[in-house]
């Protein structure tokens, strides 16, 4: 294999004991920083604010849930739209230096197929719908709320872990 066809191959993913590690310190560097943890969530919410802003101004001002988070026409202003802004951004540039963006629809063969982009998208509804009950994500309240000691960071991940075992287990192929 010449020098060119093995700098194209895909890298080899990072150790997780390493990546977790370096999760951890940017999570610290987050609380010293923004005096937030990490987040997403909050984002979709602020966006869909923002459009609310677009579309509805009046509607929109007067939601309780949306209308707090206007602030002066400006709901993308917060701290919260950069960050994911970044991991997006990081995201594509760490695939990119990798070798590891390629389009493809993955899932089992009764998930795969045509059933493939209604059955993600249902599931990121329902995603999205149970963070925002929750009040955070996985990564908002999950690591940052286990990381200040939260009971319901640390009840959510034991929760979104056992749900996760069981809907691998229903989901199994028979082979």
Not at 98 to 104: E, K, L, P
Not at 135 to 141: D, I, P, V
Not at 158 to 168: D, H, R, S
Request: proline residues 3%.
């Amino acid at each position: 294999m010449s020098k060119t066809e093995s700098s194209r191959l895909p890298q080899p993913y990072w150790n997780p004991l390493v990546a977790g590690l370096l999760l951890g310190v940017v999570l610290l560097a987050t609380f010293v920083t923004t005096g937030h943890g990490l987040g997403a969530t909050g984002f979709t919410t602020r966006f869909t604010a923002w459009m609310g802003m677009q579309i509805v101004p009046v509607a929109t001002n007067a939601n309780d849930y949306l209308g707090g988070m206007v602030e002066d026409g400006k709901p993308l202003s917060a701290w919260i739209t950069w960050q994911v802004i970044g991991v997006a951004l990081g995201a594509l540039i760490s695939a990119y230096l990798a070798h590891r963006i390629q389009f493809q629809m993955d899932g089992r063969k009764f998930l795969g197929g045509s059933k493939r982009p209604l059955t993600a998208l249902l599931g990121g509804v329902l995603a999205g719908f149970g963070a925002r009950i929750a009040a955070g994500c996985t990564s908002g309240l999950g690591l940052s709320g286990a990381a200040v000691l939260s009971l319901a960071g640390f009840t959510f991940l034991c929760t979104f872990f056992a749900v996760g075992l069981l809907a691998n287990l229903l989901m199994k192929e028979e082979k």
